[in-house]
């Protein structure tokens, strides 16, 4: 499979960082995939543009879509329902940013919120529940259903995964996945596999999700981790790294404060447990994170000092052992 620039999803390709850390005195490549500069700011505007175009011919105008989200996906199926004229609504969760449903509501999309937990860490389950119900209530209600959708990990198998390749010049790294649905690490996994990328890639879940066979427990941040298995990774991922909201966090704020790139909860995740292997195993020297979006979503919880002193988030020396050595640009 080869790929080059303007093929795959169609999508302009986004922007990668490449940052030399020393990590306890080692040496060390990170490189930042940053889906935030995709359409409607996230890696979601890949994944909504596939579903949309799977479930195109099954829309009839005044029954309309719907989908249940934690916010990104919500916001880019919005906008392509607007530019159809094609009514959506999104199922979201008290989690949800208020930026994000903001925005949503913008674009004239119905938000309707479960707020009952589902006893597994989250409101996935309930969100689900109440997706169903409006299938039976509006007859001609088309369900985008992210959660099983092959469009879902398709997207990325031809357009996330042979880009990031591409811009990393085909080097063997460890690349890193945060899961939620599961999508985007399946399309990952799919593209290695008929590629022949030398690449370990690592699952990244929150602590508390269920997504790739861990335990099911209270989970803070939204996007990441499920309080199901995914179906498209049924036998789970190895090597998964599971991270606590108060590592990503950290993460989060010590890449703004010393490079200057603000990403999302689920990329402080990623570079969190990018962290933790590159100390675990000297002889990992490169890694790839796909952040998936920006710090835009995240200013009233990850970068309000407010909300991180509600949940017990403080500290002075946040990396311990890291150091930044340089930071560039890359095609």
């Keep these: 499979m080869t790929w080059a620039p303007g ?3 169609g999508l302009a390709p986004t922007p990668v960082v490449r940052l030399g850390l020393e990590v306890a005195g080692t040496p060390r ?67 949800t940013s208020a930026a994000l449903l903001h925005d949503i509501r913008a674009l004239g999309a119905r938000v309707v919120t479960v707020d009952t937990p589902d006893g597994a860490g989250g409101y996935l389950l309930n969100r689900l529940a109440r997706v169903r119900a409006l299938l039976r209530e509006q007859p001609g209600l088309v ?25 990393t010049c085909r080097r ?37 999700s269920a997504a790739l066979g861990g335990a099911v427990g209270p989970r803070l941040l939204s996007g990441l981790g499920s309080s199901r298995r995914s179906a498209f990774l049924p036998d789970g991922h190895r090597p998964t790294v599971y991270v606590t909201p ?20 689920s990329a402080g995740a990623l570079v969190a447990a990018a962290l933790r292997l590159f100390r675990t195993d000297p002889r990992r020297t490169g890694a790839a994170c796909l952040c998936p979006d920006g710090a835009d979503r995240y200013l009233d919880t990850v970068y309000s000092p407010a909300w991180r002193q509600a949940h017990g988030m403080t500290g002075s020396d946040p990396l311990p052992g890291v150091r930044l050595l340089a930071a560039e640009g890359v095609r």
């Design 246 to 265: 108060a590592e990503a966090v950290t993460v989060c704020l010590w890449l703004r404060d010393r490079t200057g790139i603000a990403v999302g909860a």
């Design 172 to 208: 063997p790294m460890s690349v890193l996945v945060a899961v939620s649905t599961g999508g985007t690490l399946a399309g990952f996994r799919r593209y290695a596999a008929e590629s022949g990328a030398g690449w370990e890639l690592v699952g990244v879940d929150a602590a508390g």
């Design 29 to 95: 490549e990170l490189w930042l995939k940053l889906e935030g500069y995709n359409p409607y700011g996230s890696i979601k505007g890949r994944t909504a543009l596939a579903l949309w175009r799977d479930v195109a011919d099954r829309l009839e105008r005044g029954a309309g879509l719907v989908e249940s989200t934690s916010g990104n996906l919500g916001l880019a199926l919005a906008a392509l329902a607007a530019a159809h004229r094609v009514p959506f609504t999104a199922v979201v969760d008290p989690r």
């Design 7 to 9: 093929t795959g999803d």
């Design 143 to 167: 369900w985008t259903d992210q959660y099983h959708n092959p469009a879902n990990p398709a997207a990325h198998a031809t357009g996330t995964a042979p880009e990031l390749h591409w811009q």
